[in-house]
């Protein structure tokens, strides 16, 4: 969730993958976007985000990234299939695009590994990570 939300505030910086076939999350206001174009939209940003992981971040999720890449493949599907019915087919509000990304992050990115155990929340590390 940590890495989820650091990951999503640095890549919202970005517009490296911020178009897919004529559609950016950066003119979402002007220009609707379909939902499934979205998440395949913060797919790509998850995915370059994984690219630039340094020691630090594959030694707090303990994924390399390559591991990264293929954990948010992996779980791309799941997350649009809990996060897409929260939003409409068609999105047309910048805000809306940038909380899809934040739960898409939050979603598909590796969590911190504490103990053993995939950390989802601040609670969760205080109980763990002791």
């Known amino acids: 969730m940590v890495v989820g ?6 890549w919202t910086k970005h517009k490296a993958s911020d178009k897919l076939q004529g559609y950016s999350l950066s003119t979402v206001d002007q220009h609707p ?4 174009i979205a998440f395949s939209l913060w797919q790509q940003k ?10 630090d971040d594959v030694a707090l999720t303990k994924h390399t990234a390559a591991q990264c890449r293929a954990r948010v493949l992996e779980r ?7 996060l897409g019915q929260n939003y409409a087919t068609q999105l047309s509000i910048n805000h809306e695009v940038r909380r899809l990304g934040k739960e898409y992050f939050a979603c598909a990115l590796p969590k911190p590994i504490c103990n053993g155990v995939e ?3 601040m609670e969760m590390a205080e109980q763990k990570c002791k």
């Open 33 to 36: 976007i379909p939902r499934e």
């Open 5 to 10: 939300y650091f990951g999503y505030q640095e």
């Open 46 to 55: 998850a995915v370059d985000f994984c690219g630039r992981s340094n020691a």
């Open 119 to 121: 950390i989802e929340s």
């Open 76 to 82: 791309h599907t799941a997350c649009e299939r809990k």
